[in-house]
């Protein structure tokens, strides 16, 4: 088995373009904490620049003079170039290296996975998990739920022992449909007992941040005089919607993007807790939210509902707006502005207090 | 039970196991036969239409609680046909249509293997328990004409399961049978979680030293039985890349997982060092092993079929190299020219080489330590500046894989987001 080694190397900065180097990895890195949640741009291009110092690292250590020294491999975050800055980042024994960086050198940490020695495994590691039992879900009598129902108790169970705290429990949003994650967090939201932050965990794995259920008290009244809304879910994914809606609460080129879905959920609640805020600035709101099934979008709207509620209990009404399959044939009965509008909608439970 | 080929060229294909007991055998085929009709027309007629309108002609991506069918052709006979969709309410997948056949031209239970590995990477994908159904009802309608070939779909229809009564289908439990799974044990008319996981481990391809690796990987808890299958199957990382990372080290299950957090530079670079390595591995592999003369100007035409050379792989951890074995004659793939002209390495039955992003003075001395046993090379990016003549005159060849450093790494890129995105 090969292993895995660490060194400094001394790299001058007399030599062509190292300080512009090093000032560009820098400026890479403070600009990837202005990105969106998942996006990569900004890492990827770190990552090259990163790249390139260390292959000129490489380069400088294969000629004849080049110094450096082996270090403790720590897998601590920061970069692999130190200069004067950051000299006290740098690892005990690595005294040489502190001289080097008073001179005005900076210092590239060089991993190198392949040399030889006996692979030394994580002391932790642990077999993979036992495969999961299979699950169905039983109505009071006993008999097999099918379809939305077992869905629903699949999804009301998870929650249960969520707020219960036991081990290992969390919401699983992920393949639950839109109404019944809706329904479902507010039912569980409204809940009471003792206020409980329970994660929230996705298919792959990813968490998004906890949610709070029973939290706030909801009434199932929707108020009246209160400055109205009607917002679609995400832009440019159901145009059908365009007809019943002032605008879209969430740009689709923002929340359709690939990764982690708990990164997905965390923009969508930053973006909507700043969005309420904003829409409840000048009185309270009353939003009909025109809802479509991704549940990571749902999950990070209603916690910013939830904690807005919370903390303003008068400022905010959310109805959920949930579409409803219109029967093969059916004539349109109403118009909208003057448009026939092709989907049909259903009211869901009011979120407000 | 074993199958004889009245004329095959491979020997290898002769006398593979069909079933451990010729009773069983006979009556399997007979409960499949029985239900054949049925599932063909449920298929052909009812499944593939509802789909082509709503989806395929729609432009449309299916969302995975969708029934979805799946056809497995080889050369232009169907072998296999299946529907299925991932099911919320079990928190596993439903299956409602399994079709296969024995064909002269295709391996023993083939069919079953492939149909069965596209339904468990599903399985995993979608998430949930990895339960199997077969006996869960479904409803499928679809009404209208056909956007290209205009045909009328009028489809209303609620499944009770799979036709064969909502069993596990017969075909699908002869061929675990023939390879050590027994299916539908737990439940005749499922495939428990922990039977998918055996049987996620038979349908993958893995030779021995590779099999040994995972094994001992999902022992430590590297990563799951099920992940590491569907990171071969789905070829996010392929077998001699996957291979060569379980053997060289310890951060393979970070890899796996999308790698390390982009702010710990030091382990991303012991990472990204490791996942080079490993995708130039893989190309060579990929090069060394197909016949595909796609610059040969001696031939008219240039023929993709199974143009496989049959060349296997062995990793030396200890140097963290690779040997390849069968490795045909002629100059090896990726030279760039030497000083005193490009090398002509003939007859090279065997190569030893190692991946390095640069070729440093402690990998020089390792490969040529290696070189007195054989012909042994060290391969780069495109855009290393290693010298050729160097590493000749220490009696190694230098190799230059076609991508750049860069390009490389947007290729891990794009495999650690894979990796990130598909389930835990």
New interface residues.
């Given amino acids: 088995m090969s292993v895995e080694r660490s060194i400094l190397v001394r790299l001058p900065v007399d030599q062509l373009g190292i300080r512009t180097l090093v000032g560009d990895i820098r400026s890479a890195a403070a600009r990837v904490g202005k990105a969106l949640p998942g996006e990569r741009t900004d890492i990827i291009r770190y990552e090259g620049l990163s790249s390139r110092l260390e292959q000129a690292a490489r380069r400088h250590l294969a000629r004849a003079g080049a110094q450096y020294v082996e270090i403790d491999m720590i897998d601590a975050p920061g970069d692999s170039v130190f200069d004067r800055d950051d000299a006290d980042r740098l690892p005990a024994g690595a005294d040489a290296a502190r001289a080097w960086l008073t001179a005005g050198d900076v210092a590239v940490e060089l991993r190198d996975p392949f040399a030889s020695g006996q692979t030394v495994h994580s002391a932790f590691a642990a077999p993979a998990p036992e495969p999961e039992d299979p699950w169905e879900a039983f109505d009071d009598r006993g008999r097999p739920l099918f379809g939305t129902a077992a869905i629903a108790a699949r999804f009301r169970q998870q929650a249960q022992a969520a707020v219960d705290g036991e081990d290992g429990a969390a919401l699983s949003p992920s393949g639950v449909s839109n109404r019944v994650l809706t329904e479902g967090l507010r039912e569980f939201v409204a809940q009471a007992g003792t206020p409980a932050w329970v994660p929230v965990i996705y298919r792959d794995g990813s968490a998004g941040p906890a949610f709070p259920l029973r939290s706030v008290a909801l009434r199932d009244e929707i108020p009246v005089g209160w400055r109205t809304h009607r917002f679609a879910l995400l832009s440019i994914r159901h145009t059908e919607m365009d007809v019943e809606v002032d605008g879209a609460w969430f740009r689709n080129t923002d929340i359709s993007r690939p990764r982690p879905a708990g990164q997905t959920d965390e923009l969508a609640y930053k973006l909507s807790q700043t969005q309420l805020t904003k829409v409840c600035e000048s009185g309270p709101a009353l939003i009909y939210l025109y809802q479509t099934g991704l549940d990571t979008a749902i999950l990070g709207f209603y916690r910013a509902v939830t904690e807005h509620l919370m903390s303003r209990p008068d400022s905010l009404a959310v109805v959920p707006m949930f579409f409803r399959r219109r029967r093969e044939g059916a004539a349109v009965d109403r118009s909208v502005g003057g448009y026939e509008p092709q989907s049909t909608f259903v009211e869901g439970t009011p979120w407000t207090i | 039970m074993v199958r004889w080929h009245l004329d095959t060229q491979r020997d290898d294909l002769q006398a593979a196991v069909l079933d451990f007991d010729a009773l069983l055998y006979a009556e399997s085929v007979a409960e499949e036969l029985e239900a054949r009709d049925a599932g063909l027309y449920r298929m052909l007629d009812e499944v593939g239409p509802a789909y082509e309108l709503q989806y395929l002609e729609a432009d449309k991506r299916p969302r ?2 969708v029934i979805r069918p799946v056809r497995i052709a080889c050369q232009n006979v169907i072998v296999g046909l299946a529907a299925f969709a ?1 099911e ?5 997948m439903s299956v409602l249509a399994w079709q296969t056949c024995e064909v002269p031209h295709v391996a023993t239970h083939e069919a079953n293997r492939a149909l069965a590995a596209l339904m468990l990477c599903d399985a995993f994908a ?6 199997i159904r077969f006996d ?2 479904a409803n499928l309608t679809a ?1 209208g004409i056909t956007a290209k070939s205009g045909e009328r779909v009028d489809v209303d229809v609620t499944y009770r399961g799979h036709p064969e009564g909502g069993r596990v289908p017969a075909g699908l439990r002869r061929y675990g049978r023939s390879v050590g799974v027994f299916l539908g044990m737990d ?1 005749i008319h ?1 495939i ?3 039977e ?2 055996d049987l996620f481990l038979a349908v993958t391809p893995m030779p021995a030293d590779l099999g040994a690796r995972v094994h001992e990987a ?8 099920e992940r590491l299958c569907f990171v071969l199957l789905s070829q996010i990382w392929r077998e001699p890349e996957l291979d060569f990372m379980l ?5 393979t299950g970070s890899i796996l ?2 790698g ?11 990472e ?3 996942a080079r ?1 490993a995708l130039m591995i893989g190309m060579l592999y990929r090069r060394l092993d197909t016949k595909d003369g796609a610059g040969d100007t001696s031939s008219p035409a240039r023929v993709l079929e199974d143009n496989r050379v049959g060349v296997t792989w062995q990793i030396l ?4 190299a690779i040997r390849f074995f069968g490795v045909r004659a002629g100059p090896v793939p990726w030279q760039p020219p030497l000083s005193n002209g490009r090398a002509a390495i003939e007859g090279a039955a065997t190569i030893t080489v190692l991946p ?3 070729l ?4 020089l001395h ?1 490969a040529s330590e290696l070189a007195r046993e054989g012909l042994v090379a060290v391969v780069t990016p495109s855009d290393s ?1 290693s010298d050729p003549d160097e590493a000749n005159r220490a009696g190694v060849l230098l190799l230059r894989c076609p991508d750049r ?2 390009e490389l ?2 290729a891990i ?1 794009r495999k650690l ?1 894979s990796a ?5």
């Fill in positions: 995975d609680f991932h919320p309410s079990i928190d596993g979608s998430g949930g328990t990895m339960e869960r009802p009404h439940d499922a428990s979680p922990r998918a996981r999902y022992r430590r808890g590297v990563a799951s039985p053997a060289v080290s310890d951060r997982r999308g390390a957090d982009w702010r710990c530079r030091g382990q991303r670079q012991a990204s060092e490791i390595a951890p200890d140097v963290a390095r992003a640069i440093d003075s402690t990998t390792m500046d450093l860069g790494d947007q890129e987001l990130r995105i598909s389930r835990a």
